[in-house]
Structure formats: C-alpha cells, structure tokens
T-cell receptor
Framework: AQSVTQLDSHVSVSEGTPVLLRCNYSSSYSPSLFWYVQHPNKGLQLLLK??????LVKGINGFEAEFKKSETSFHLTKPSAHMSDAAEYFCVVSGPFYNQGGKLIFGQGTELSVKP | GAVVSQHPSRVICKSGTSVKIECRSL??????MFWYRQFPKQSLMLMAT?????????EQGVEKDKFLINHASLTLSTLTVTSAHPEDSSFYIC????????????FGAGSRLTVL
C-alpha cells in the first residue's frame, strides 16, 4: 500500500528566502512521486514528478525535489521564494499504474505563505 | 499540452435537486478518469475511477447511487450528484489519464458545488 505524509501543514517564509516543504512516503512498490500546486479555488498544476530516473528532479518555476530512498523522503525546495508561490502544495504518491489502476494518493497538503 | 476542462466551474443548487459536472479531455483521449472531492483546507480524496465503456469503481465509503459516474466516450466523463444536500457542498476535481498510459494525470480546474 502507498501513503504519503506532509510534515508541515503550514510553512511561512519571507520573499527571497529558501523554501522547504517536507514529504515522506511509504510504498510497497517502487513509487512514482509528484508535487502538485493548487492556487485558491483552482485546479492542480503539476510541479514535478519522479519516476525512477534521476533522483534530483527539476520542475517548473524554479522548484526541485530530491528522491531519497534511504530516508523515504521527497522534499520540495526552491532557492528563493516569490510572492506568487503562495499556494497549497500536495505531495502525491502512485504505485505502478498498471498495478494500482492509476490511483494517486495525496498528502494532507502544506500551505505556503510568502511574506513581503 | 494535455488539457482537461471541467464544467461548470461553479454551481449553486437547491437541496433535493441533481447536479451534473462534466470532465472533458480536450486534446487527448483518456481511457481513465478520476473524480476527487476536496473539502475546504483539506486534501483531495479519491471518490471513484471511471473507465471508458465500463462501470466506475468507487472508493470505500462513496455511495455509487449518490454520485453517478458515466464515462461514455474517450473524452468525456460526467459526475452527477443526485438529490443533493448541503453536506454535498464541496470542490469536485477530475483528472484524466492519457490512453497511452503515461504516468501523469492531467487535472481539471475543479467545480465548486454549493447546495442550499
């Protein structure tokens, strides 16, 4: 079975400072992992995904995440926060699609606030 | 890129009426679509998996007679909330998986249902 835990429900940073959103996963398969962002009353946008290729994954808008199997982590980082980064972020795990029927398991979400 | 359109984006209805939400893949064929429900400040909960031409698979605890899902074509899935009640008020989001089986889902922008 797959599960994902986002360690912080809310993170607040100042504009221009680094962002770290933490995520730990549990998976009985070799996992696919994703980070999605959701702006208020909007759908979800894929930031980046890990699918067993390079462990350091670069996404859109300057975000990146590193898959660490030994720590079962997939933390999201960005060197310098921008006001437009304020949103809800979801860490998501999926088993191999053909075994899991394509289901995504969402973390609880982390609300990122960016102060001027 | 792949685009999924949801309609309506917002709907308000009276208690006891039924509401239909459409999910369309605009530029690709989707053999599988997923319906999620999101309560305010909470994560997405998978309601059901919809496969083109077959019955939807519902997650535990989701009433299939309450939330009717139809996936009649490779580009359209519909969710009908029957005899809606105020507790059905929520944000409903669909996602679609490309028929080639790519390990990425495209999400719609969501539909906010308010039942008075």
């Amino acid at each position: 079975a797959q599960s994902v835990t986002q360690l912080d429900s809310h993170v607040s940073v100042s504009e221009g400072t680094p962002v770290l959103l933490r995520c730990n996963y549990s998976s009985s398969y070799s996992p696919s992992l994703f980070w999605y962002v959701q702006h208020p009353n909007k759908g979800l946008q894929l930031l980046l995904k890990y699918t067993s290729a390079a462990t350091l994954v670069k996404g859109i808008n300057g975000f990146e995440a590193e898959f660490k199997k030994s720590e079962t982590s997939f933390h999201l980082t960005k060197p310098s926060a921008h006001m437009s980064d304020a949103a809800e972020y979801f860490c998501v795990v999926s088993g191999p699609f053909y075994n899991q029927g394509g289901k995504l398991i969402f973390g609880q979400g982390t609300e990122l606030s960016v102060k001027p | 890129g792949a685009v999924v359109s949801q309609h309506p984006s917002r709907v308000i209805c009276k208690s006891g009426t039924s509401v239909k939400i459409e999910c369309r893949s605009l530029d690709f064929q989707a053999t599988t679509m997923f319906w999620y429900r999101q309560f305010p400040k909470q994560s997405l909960m998978l309601m059901a998996t919809s496969n083109e031409g077959s019955k939807a698979t519902y997650e535990q605890g989701v009433e299939k007679d309450k939330f009717l899902i139809n996936h009649a074509s490779l580009t359209l899935s519909t969710l009908t909330v029957t005899s809606a009640h105020p507790e059905d008020s929520s944000f409903y989001i669909c996602s679609a998986r490309h028929r080639t089986g790519a390990n990425v889902l495209t999400f719609g922008a969501g539909s906010r249902l308010t039942v008075l």
